[in-house]
Structures are given as structure tokens and as C-alpha cells.
């Protein structure tokens, strides 16, 4: 009887979804080529992965808890500047797409992300 049990309990722990952490994100910077800026809303986001200030050289506008995308391929194209929407990190993504190489200001961390529906 206590194998089964414990052959049950595998089984169950083995069908757990493993649910990366969502975050709230506005996009504050809509650049030129892709080139946009996300700032984090959520305190428990990983700080060493944004800017915790960071100033935009052609507006002079400062901004906290910033990153640059770096997922452009992908980035939904509904999304404005001024547009808040969820996200999670996303490591193992890969931009394979084309983008113009026109330089507009942005944080010089960046982050791969994928926007939640």
C-alpha cells in the first residue's frame, strides 16, 4: 500500500504545471526600430535585471525600474506607448526577425519577455 502511495504521489507531483511568475509592465518608450522601454510595476521583480533610474537623452524624461526589450520579434503590435499589460520573462526566446539598425535611446539592460494575453 505504501508503494502505491508514493508511486501516486510521484505521478501527481510530476503533473504540476510549472507557471512562470507574471509581472505588470507599461511600455513608456516607443522608439524608432524596435527600440522600446518597459517599465516594471511590481516590487518583487528582479532588480538586477532593470535600470533602477534611467533618463531618456532626447526627451529628458526620467524614469525608474526600466529595461530595454529584447524580445522585439514578437511584441504585440496593439500595445502603445502609455499601454499597461502583463508579462513574463522569457530566457529561452530568440529574435530571428529583421530590425532596422536606427539608434534610439534605451536602457542598457534588456530583458526577453513574453506578453501574456
Given at each position: 500500500?505504501?508503494?502505491?502511495a508514493?508511486?501516486?504521489?510521484?505521478f501527481?507531483?510530476g503533473?504540476?504545471?510549472?507557471?512562470?511568475?507574471?509581472?505588470?509592465?507599461?511600455?513608456?518608450?516607443?522608439?524608432?526600430?524596435?527600440?522600446?522601454?518597459?517599465?516594471?510595476?511590481?516590487?518583487?521583480?528582479?532588480?538586477?535585471?532593470?535600470e533602477?533610474?534611467?533618463?531618456?537623452e532626447f526627451?529628458?524624461?526620467?524614469?525608474?525600474?526600466?529595461?530595454?526589450?529584447?524580445?522585439v520579434?514578437?511584441?504585440?503590435?496593439?500595445i502603445?506607448?502609455?499601454?499597461?499589460?502583463?508579462?513574463?520573462?522569457?530566457?529561452?526566446?530568440?529574435?530571428?526577425c529583421?530590425?532596422?539598425?536606427?539608434?534610439?535611446?534605451?536602457?542598457?539592460?534588456?530583458?526577453?519577455?513574453?506578453?501574456?494575453?
Amino acid at each position: 500500500m505504501k508503494k502505491i502511495a508514493f508511486i501516486l504521489g510521484l505521478f501527481l507531483l510530476g503533473c504540476t504545471t510549472d507557471k512562470s511568475e507574471s509581472f505588470s509592465g507599461k511600455l513608456v518608450v516607443q522608439g524608432v526600430c524596435m527600440n522600446y522601454v518597459i517599465q516594471v510595476n511590481d516590487i518583487d521583480f528582479p532588480k538586477d535585471l532593470i535600470e533602477q533610474k534611467w533618463s531618456d537623452e532626447f526627451s529628458q524624461i526620467d524614469y525608474e525600474n526600466v529595461f530595454a526589450l529584447e524580445s522585439v520579434c514578437d511584441f504585440p503590435e496593439n500595445i502603445k506607448e502609455g499601454d499597461s499589460f502583463s508579462f513574463i520573462i522569457d530566457n529561452e526566446k530568440k529574435n530571428q526577425c529583421t530590425v532596422c539598425l536606427a539608434y534610439s535611446s534605451v536602457p542598457e539592460k534588456s530583458v526577453s519577455i513574453k506578453v501574456e494575453d
